[in-house]
């Protein structure tokens, strides 16, 4: 059986990278990275760890090109099927608009084929979490942001 996860009212199925596209994948994911998850694979605790965490997404931001993180994506995605469908065969489609689904997603084939450690997982995701939630408020309208004040 495939793990799998359901993510946004839909379940994903990932099959694992053998071993030398495993490989590939996780070079080419360190690259990207960079030293941004030194701090975090180095056991950085408390605030330390928030700002390892912060200097690994903006990295990982620095470090995007276009074409080549597209690929990436495309590869993480090539092993992954939605509701029994391959992600690949209408990918332009499944996530049009769905960007942070497309990012827990990523991180769900991530964490699968353990290309970095659970707790560092861990930590984006509750990120991606607050970010998601942040962005339904702001599309419940003005009267919703009120949960946002602090008194």
Known sequence: MLPSKEIDGHLYEVDLFTTTEGLKVWIRLQKIVGSGFAGLLEGAGGDEKEQALASAVGSLVGAMDEDSTI??????????KRDNQSVLADYDMFFRGKYLTLGKVLMFVIEENFFFGKDILQELGKRVDQISEFQNILKSGPDSTDSLKTE
């Open 71 to 80: 690929e990436l994506i495309k590869k993480l995605c090539s092993r992954l």
